[in-house]
């Protein structure tokens, strides 16, 4: 980008912090900030491009610490879209793209399809959401698997092995067979083999028991290997246990810890995860999304009755919580199948938080009904993700230096959290979107801005 | 082809059950017999090609009264190869040809892709059994439906729908549920719909239960819509009662009447079907398959052995019986696959029958062991099925104005039935066909010869 | 019963389809009616005990054409109460009797424990219900089969297998598989060695599919061997066909004619039901019950509106309907087993028609809905069934000779259907019931008042 | 016992690792060992009932470490034996005792109809061996759960719970849901609450995957836990890493090492259990056993493989190994069933390790083929198996003030491990056992002489 943009006359919410900027100018030069403040202190270069947002307000680019870009969640799809999964991801990405998220972390799918959109992306091939990402989840069958599956497939035995090992790559569920030794040296291999960004690994199953996968020294294993490599690490906890272990192995983002079945976090846990400032993932869902479930699945309400316990004692307690919602890309094909684990994607659903493009919205509109300060929930979704994933000084606020991810918005965020749906604008390294050219040939997924009411 | 071949000093069975002729010439010209009798009484064209197949043994090319082309029996197959299961057809008819069928009938499968392959090879654009199919069993669900697969199925219902649907033509099993009226309009509607040769209609189900699909009126209903439209028509059964009310609504052939579960047929009824010569596909097995099934299936081999005491009175009595196999193409991914109906596919069975390209020999050798007189073995095999669908004046004999279909073997099919696996040559149309080219490249399916032994 | 007994000052709806008769005087002597009619007309014998019935409606006995007193439809059930499930048999006519039904029809039942308690209650032993039965469904496997459980049952064959024969008796599903000779030898046997009161058999099957288990000639034999035996005979459809063939076999009865899947009765059809004035067991159900169907269950709403609208046409034209309701006595650990095949019974399911004690009132209401007269109500509920079970000399109207069996209503029947749960007294043979003793020792079933509202 | 009995003439193998000593005498008095030793150094009462056993080889009574002994394992049992558990505890007892097992050790089970049978037998209500026994296996569901079935069952959630909360008694699964606190206390009130005499929990699950049910700080807590409370604690492990995990955390003995999945024990691992002597219970199979496994289930054997190449390393380092079958009491009705989760119970399975009364027999013949020492496999059977359980003070040797149980065999079994199957008469507390009384009156099991061969 060798223009220079500037965006004059804003409200600008930089993320850091502080206070709101009224009148304020930003300039973009070379895909970065140049520089951001109030119009009578930032100096607007003359060959810049001028932009006048006169009423909107520019917030950061919006993040989501979790979610998950290859939605090929039936069979059929994995059949129908086998070689292609890298079309599904860019499907995806536009979609988050065209609501605001400049960068998303995916942190389940097929390790080779992702980066190569990942890097498709990254080299402008095509228009996306900035993702990283960590492929399997270590100690996970792939999707033809009982993990993600309720019943039997009906498949030849190669075919299931072959869809598999696109996510396995080696750290499947053959990993909780081999001594800590094997297991490190599995996942150092993985991280060889595929070139991901970080690692997630299963603290507990995906099977909704609480089984655990693997011991506390074989978690401390995989956490020092991935640091050796330079990778953060999380793991997928759904127990109380789960969790304890997980932060005492020294994981550097807890994923969903407010999922502890049927246990909410003891004080002790709690504290430390606050006191530590560690990262937590939380998955909340808006009160209408609970009182839904809680007169229609009163079993399955229970589980999430915790969950939402545990998030609002880390807003209370002062916990470092992240915007994050599990979400895909879905539409028809998937909402009509029974089989896969998940679940409850039927259009009755209110507030459903698991459609990329959707989700994140609903995750700020459910954090701050439980109360998180409106500024918290803003950094929440932008600068501490960055953070979080070690990528403070790359994204996340309007900083010079930074590269230029911003939202320009209708309406106050700090105001009321639908107004984060009232999109002006999406600015992406500088780059303002054309998003009615976003997801326009759609593979699988619904619009998102069908889910957005 | 305008090229005029002759073999020379042959014996020719001609298959119209006169005696085998010493010496014999046999004249081809545009593709049909010109002259096949005594080498002295037969005149060859000067222009003609000669063969000299001394020592040979010539007989009409082998039929087979019921297979499957389309062998995409698994989930996986089926869409994998969606769009293209006329290259399955094509596959099918190929490994048949070189294994001396050179007329086939095809009494279950997806009309429109069979066709298109029927018409292919009829056309010359590639290689294999002449063919004529019947597509779906009217009254039965495609083949991801629970009339072939045994558990439930993984898959979007859409596309259940979709694959069975090829399959269906508007003649699954919601004909159970029409008045008489509206299963003969079906019925009509599908033949004009698809184009197919004859009609196999479901008389009892395909789950092994024996329940009936359609009242006696309802059976009188399809066999006289299939008659004013021309078509010969047969029905499947599982049951003395299915085969009684088949034989009553006027049936012109008879599919697997050997088969009737727990009861075996009649006096009464087996003497109609003999005293009308009734065209009875059998599904014979030799002794040797039999004393496998006994000694490790006793539970699936009591409705075998009710099936082989039919095939012996049959035998005994003089009914009309047909080479029949229920053969389809099969190879590994299909006898690894748990789900599918039919069942017992492992390597480790002994005459394994429903190998296309093999499965035609052990018919051969069980009625050999049953009794059938070689002659009639080798008419059965042969001028039998031409006539009993309607084709006598066609194919079937080695007789002058016949299509020029033939084998050349290099031992007596009359002294013993392994005789016919020693094939010298095939000659289809009068061509002599390359075999060595066919099923080099295969999709699906094993090489027959592995099941020849 | 030595004692007279005169109830007095009564309205008399006697169930002829006579007009009420005001301040009407019943006599009853040796449980029979001795007089009935105008209190002024009718001499009361000097001994008589005097029952004063003002501002009350008296009514023939109610009855139900079509219900299952041995309730044991769960696997746990089945085990728990083998060997008493005459128990379960006298529970359940408890509860009927309670509300009401003082003669019932059980068309699907153990034959042996449900003639234990039909002849124990008529002995006295027990207080009940008269009642009436036919065992299995010819044709049908017993309880513990795929006829009756959709998913595999984890027992040992063995207990499947003496479970089922309890109901099955030689004429399970094994009929099938026989010659009409065979199926009507069965059948005779099975008459022989049960004793039941009247037969019914499969015309099509229980799994909801509509598959035949009888050819024509097979129904007609069935009928045939039943007649000859002095014995009615009915049949369980699912499909026009199975009805129309139900009706040209000749049976006395048509069990859920209504039922015809997804194709409304043909008109000649119709015709041909409404003119023989063939008895319609018909499973009507009422608009509320209808509205919730149609709002949460799209799917199985279909069928049931098809039967709807066969019910009003059969009222339209004049039919012969008959109280029926496929009750039986169930409760709490019923409703929350999944793998019974009929299928909803949570406690949401609003005018839920098949609790015995309450389905009948349902039915009244439903038929009282659809435009049947209430004069026709009432005898569709009593005379009407008795005649069709061919007992209409002996019960289903209060007329001298018959057993004096009735209903004392503290409101007029014929001005609201809901006036039928308004009961004052139950008498059968001449015996005043102690309704607040019926029902108290439960051992499965809820009490049907409960779903009364 | 007031009565005085001396064996004269024996060959004494006392157990001890002592030579053999021919013609000895042995002396019981009040159910206990007076004296045992050469024939001329002991003294015989007076008033001693003299037994002459010449030729016979006196052996301490036999020990199994690992049996179960209410074998009921389908559900049919399960409820048709609902209240009478203790009777098949009593069966399983007889016919142990019969087969020369004086003690054995019940690792799985439900506490209070197994301690209701422990002290029965202990009061002389009833004559089987004596035992111990653990009730659940700690954070296992009962066996009408997935632990222990593959298939979901069809029976009333009502049921399921109430069944296997007779085995659970608080400590199912539900424990991999709480604090390490919780688990604790709930390990706790299960020792309080059911009296059983050790603990076994499940470091790894029961569905044969590996997963990890509690951390190794929530192990360290059950191992302290029992301590406390005085009690032995083992851990049931399918890994190595359950294995090392087990082995860190305290436990007193080790539950099937040798089952460790798709890898051998590591060195490190082996050398410590082999240092610490840790009591071992090996799943040893014979040759013969594993030939048929390696030919039919390949699958299945690999794992199996694994697990003998355990025991022979075992053995060779000098580990201590307890003769351990995992036997229960089985019949032809738990062979045809196909939802128990364990398996291969045909009757085709040559030497079937888990028939309770013919398990130990092969035991002894598989660890005498893999290379221990003759003596040291008597020992392993007897002795050994006292002191890991820690009650070596009162069972296992031939030594006087110990209880008086001993085998008498016609043969040597020191020369041949089939010599221990020639049992001229059991011992047990003194008292000589009237073998033809037992196992006499059978509910469920097979007589495991039938296994013998």
């Given at each position: 980008m060798s223009e220079v943009l500037a965006l004059e006359h804003a409200t600008l919410i930089?993320?850091?912090?502080?206070d709101p900027v009224t009148d304020a100018t930003i300039v973009i030069a070379d895909g970065k900030f140049t520089a951001a403040g109030p119009g009578d202190s930032v100096e607007v270069p003359a060959d810049a491009q001028i932009r006048d947002v006169t009423g909107a307000y520019v917030i950061p680019g919006l993040m989501d610490a979790n979610i998950h870009?290859?939605?090929?969640?039936?069979p059929d799809t994995l059949l129908e879209y086998e070689g292609r999964y890298d079309d599904l991801a860019y499907e995806a990405a536009e979609l988050a793209l065209k609501y605001g998220l400049t960068t998303v972390f995916d942190?389940?799918?097929?390790?080779a399809p992702l980066i190569a959109a990942r890097d498709g992306i990254n080299a402008g091939k095509r228009t996306g959401s900035r993702f990283f990402c960590a492929g399997n989840i270590i100690g996970l069958n792939g999707p033809l698997s009982q993990d993600f599956f309720k019943s039997g497939l009906t498949f030849e035995p190669a075919t299931v092995d072959r869809i598999n090992q696109i996510w396995e790559?080696?750290?499947?569920?053959?990993?909780?067979?081999?001594?800590i030794d094997g297991i490190g040296e599995a996942v150092a291999k993985y991280i060889d083999d595929t070139g991901v960004d970080f690692i997630k690994y299963a603290?507990?199953?995906?099977?909704?028991?609480?089984?655990?996968?693997?011991?506390e020294q074989a978690q401390k294993r995989i956490v020092d290997v991935c640091h050796e490599k330079g990778l953060l690490v999380q793991a997928h906890t759904t127990s109380v246990e789960s969790l304890r272990m997980e932060v005492e192995a020294g994981n550097d983002l807890l994923q969903?810890?407010?999922?502890?079945?049927k246990t909410p976090i003891p004080d002790k846990l709690m504290a430390e995860i606050v006191e530590k400032q560690l990262p937590c993932m939380t998955l909340m869902a808006t009160e209408r999304y609970m009182e839904w479930m809680n007169s229609t699945r009163p079993d399955r309400a229970k589980g999430k009755q915790i969950s939402q316990q545990n998030d609002k004692t880390f807003i209370e307690r002062g916990a470092r919580v992240l915007c994050t919602t599990d979400a895909f890309a879905y539409g028809q094909r998937v909402k009509n199948h029974?089989?896969?684990?998940?679940?409850i994607l039927e259009?009755?659903?209110?507030?459903?938080?698991?459609?990329?493009?959707?989700g994140h919205f609903l995750w700020i509109k459910a954090a701050w009904e439980m109360g998180l300060a409106p500024m918290e929930v803003l950094r929440s979704s932008s600068a501490y993700i960055a953070q979080a994933y070690g990528k403070g000084d790359l994204y996340g606020?309007?900083?010079?230096?930074?590269?230029?991810d911003l939202v320009v918005l209708d309406a106050d965020p700090l105001a009321a959290p639908?107004?984060?749906?009232?999109?002006r604008d999406v600015i992406k390294d500088g780059v303002v979107i054309?998003?009615?050219?976003?997801?326009?040939?759609?593979?699988?997924?619904?619009?998102p801005g069908d889910y957005a009411a």
């Amino acid at each position: 980008m060798s223009e220079v943009l500037a965006l004059e006359h804003a409200t600008l919410i930089d993320g850091t912090g502080a206070d709101p900027v009224t009148d304020a100018t930003i300039v973009i030069a070379d895909g970065k900030f140049t520089a951001a403040g109030p119009g009578d202190s930032v100096e607007v270069p003359a060959d810049a491009q001028i932009r006048d947002v006169t009423g909107a307000y520019v917030i950061p680019g919006l993040m989501d610490a979790n979610i998950h870009l290859v939605s090929a969640r039936t069979p059929d799809t994995l059949l129908e879209y086998e070689g292609r999964y890298d079309d599904l991801a860019y499907e995806a990405a536009e979609l988050a793209l065209k609501y605001g998220l400049t960068t998303v972390f995916d942190t389940w799918g097929p390790a080779a399809p992702l980066i190569a959109a990942r890097d498709g992306i990254n080299a402008g091939k095509r228009t996306g959401s900035r993702f990283f990402c960590a492929g399997n989840i270590i100690g996970l069958n792939g999707p033809l698997s009982q993990d993600f599956f309720k019943s039997g497939l009906t498949f030849e035995p190669a075919t299931v092995d072959r869809i598999n090992q696109i996510w396995e790559v080696g750290c499947g569920s053959n990993l909780i067979q081999l001594t800590i030794d094997g297991i490190g040296e599995a996942v150092a291999k993985y991280i060889d083999d595929t070139g991901v960004d970080f690692i997630k690994y299963a603290a507990s199953d995906h099977r909704s028991e609480g089984f655990l996968l693997f011991s506390e020294q074989a978690q401390k294993r995989i956490v020092d290997v991935c640091h050796e490599k330079g990778l953060l690490v999380q793991a997928h906890t759904t127990s109380v246990e789960s969790l304890r272990m997980e932060v005492e192995a020294g994981n550097d983002l807890l994923q969903h810890p407010d999922h502890t079945g049927k246990t909410p976090i003891p004080d002790k846990l709690m504290a430390e995860i606050v006191e530590k400032q560690l990262p937590c993932m939380t998955l909340m869902a808006t009160e209408r999304y609970m009182e839904w479930m809680n007169s229609t699945r009163p079993d399955r309400a229970k589980g999430k009755q915790i969950s939402q316990q545990n998030d609002k004692t880390f807003i209370e307690r002062g916990a470092r919580v992240l915007c994050t919602t599990d979400a895909f890309a879905y539409g028809q094909r998937v909402k009509n199948h029974a089989g896969f684990r998940p679940g409850i994607l039927e259009d009755v659903v209110p507030d459903m938080p698991t459609q990329i493009g959707s989700g994140h919205f609903l995750w700020i509109k459910a954090a701050w009904e439980m109360g998180l300060a409106p500024m918290e929930v803003l950094r929440s979704s932008s600068a501490y993700i960055a953070q979080a994933y070690g990528k403070g000084d790359l994204y996340g606020t309007v900083t010079p230096g930074k590269a230029a991810d911003l939202v320009v918005l209708d309406a106050d965020p700090l105001a009321a959290p639908e107004n984060y749906r009232k999109i002006r604008d999406v600015i992406k390294d500088g780059v303002v979107i054309d998003r009615s050219a976003l997801g326009v040939n759609r593979l699988l997924a619904d619009d998102p801005g069908d889910y957005a009411a």
